[in-house]
């Protein structure tokens, strides 16, 4: 790969980067210097003035994912040096800055990761015709051959794809679906977070930051939305210089690149990803001297700005009048022909997948806590409470939890759009109304926990479930009205970003060249405050908002998608909440005793942690984990140190793809085409790796015959009981075997888990394999687990709040009818006296006659 690089980017190549990247910089900055000051003036106005709109009823968490990590599991990487797919432990922090390590003990000892992943500007694909449809576009002029192979064979069916116009592309696979769905959501939440990298609370730098790349883009004749505006300032400024300076290199390069079309498109991305390196590096350090510079500016340009306010309001008040009487006229009309018709069609478009998708929000979260009372109805304990809060207090960040709430708005099309308003993609506000829903739902969430920890601090546990009601009650009101604020100041912004650039784009040419003569009405020493440029859009952008504002409000007062009208303002609506803003998160299993899991195993790396990390060490291994490990049912989980060889495709011509390809799968590459078929086909290709899974599928398969057993169990016991026909021998009996069935039931969930945790392993090697990858025998499962805790997992990824145990014996009391308990009291009397589990199950069905 460095022959490559260093050949095609010699010294002359290097020198074109370096000059376009401070061309680039160079215009950027001054926009910036002149964009910043404007934006110190507007801050300073606005607290000076103070500012209308309704305010928010929810609290907001001020840091969400404190000593709190996403996500840790491990999958496939193909790895481009050897062309081999090696497995590999991935771990996503608080930063979601994915890190992979060579296997979950590298991570445990805090060794450095094997490589990080910043997903800004990535896409997520999870299919191989999706990624080769994206590169194709990568060389111009240079089409695959129908029947061609792609340089890439992919390990198994279920393929996991980073794609990033510029940056390197990362390739992973799973063995199974769900786990692909799940892998989706992480890697589809990480990409999310990382391209939303500008912070709102820096209210100078982001206004100024967005202006001058909207201005900059503007000058080079791009208008509209734009997809790459996705990740930190330098990122973003990187984009800017790659999107002049790759056709240039492309032009330079492409024609000197040999070989097939497999390895000219491997060679180029590795090429666009060495100068998209360069070009960062460079980015970074001149964005932070422009930086810089305003920074030690701003101290005299704010005291200016307070010294002169009343003359640089007026004079520009002045300036906007003499504007609108040359534009106005103008952009009416514009708005008339063009921007009218569509308004009310472009907001619905908008309305319908957005309103779905916090309905639908508002749903998970109701759901919660609903599961959270019934719960606590069952066990009636503070502790009880404090494990289920503990996992839905990072609800929010549960991409798994949230995903069916992020599809609704992935359904948002605008179609028409791209070509009238040059609406690029519809991901710009599809990725916005996500971000806005897991704002609103991180605030219900800690709002609700910080009503809840008040009212269980003043009270004893009597009421609970009526206690969790008027909390869930009085946080469910008010997100309701701060979701229609919320929904309705998004639906204006989504319109004003699909008709101003439309409409400047229109106007520009007819009245760009009278703008300069109104820049001699502004004093100089204004003139940093006020720019003619930034008047002209805004006199643009209030021609077109009156009749935005007045489409929202319709459809407000209509009630079709829940939204309040603009009359119903709550303010300090409850005082009192307020105060509780200020308090952090609430450590649910350090008060009241809830139990969590923990992302690192405590018990395996004392050795590493004596080696010179205490603190450190210390705090990951008490690092929460807010979407636990991904285990699937009947799915293996990969052995530490596999490694599975696919065949080069470098050696197959073009036209005769699909003959050689199918002679692959008959050799070697056969054991790729089905991940789920057999354990064996997922593992290495050696015959020595090949031994023993039948007995790791037989005792899966012995484990499921003894879990149905345990479930026939069950249903007879809760058959009898609701008969009501049990004499006093047989409840002793029915006693005994339901202890007896506990004991046995976490023996099989033990072994489960070593199924799922256990591929063939791989042949011998001079490698070490960790003993937790391959103590795999049934007859020893606390030693097999070691490294990973056996709770049970549900389908969202989180930990089930009581065992299977439990949930069978709820299941079974709940099966009893109130009219046979009424007609044989005595016989329920009996068996209470005799076994405890019957008398658990008995007092569970008085309370639901009650």
Known sequence: MGDVISSHLDEAKREIITVRTREVMGEFGHLYEQQYAVALFNKVRFDIEGGGGPQPQLLHRKIPLENKSIFSGSLFQYLEENKKWRNRFLFVPDSYNINYYDNKASHDRHLNPKGTINCAGYKVL?????????????????????????????????????????????????????????????LQDCVRHTNDGLSEENKVQTPAFTDAVRLYRQAQGHYGTWEMMCGVPSQIISNLVMEGLLPVLRELISPRLKGKLQERQRNWMLISDAVYSLVQGQCQAQYEAVLQKCEAARSSLEASIRTDMDQIITSKEHVTNKIKEVVLHKAEKLLKVSIQPYISSILDALMEPTSRGFSEVRDVFFRELVDMSKNTLNEGTKEAVAQHMEKISMLAFHPVKMQICYEKVEQLSLEGLQQRFDVSSPSVFVQRAQILMREQMDNAVYTFEQILHQSLESQGTEELCKTIQRCQDRVIKKFDYDSSTVRKRFFREALLQIFIPYMLKQLSPSCASELPRFQELIFEDFSRFILVGNIFEEVVLNSVMKDIMMAVKEAAVQRRHNLYRDSIVLSNSDPSLHLLGENPSIDWAGEYGGAQEEVDGTGEDAEGDAEGQGGESHKRRRMKQVVSMIQVEGSPVLPGESCIEVPSVNDIPEENGEEEDEEEEDGDGHENTDGKASPERNGSASPKALENPPDLSNSSVSKEEEAKAEEQGEEEVSLKVETATLSASDSEEKGREEDSQLTVEKQPLCNQEVSEEALPPPPPSSEEIPSAATDVAPESPPEATSDFPPPPHDDSGFQSPISEGVEAEEEASSTVAPQPAEEHPEVREESVAVAPEAETKTSDSESSDQ
């Open 126 to 186: 999870t299919s191989i015709e999706q990624y080769l449809d994206l590169i194709s576009n990568s060389l111009p002029g240079v089409k695959a051959k129908s029947g061609s192979s792609p340089f890439l064979k992919c390990a198994t069916q279920f393929p996991l794809i980073l794609w990033h116009p510029y940056a390197r592309h990362y390739y992973f696979c799973v063995v199974t679906e769900k786990e692909q769905q799940k892998w989706h959501a992480v």
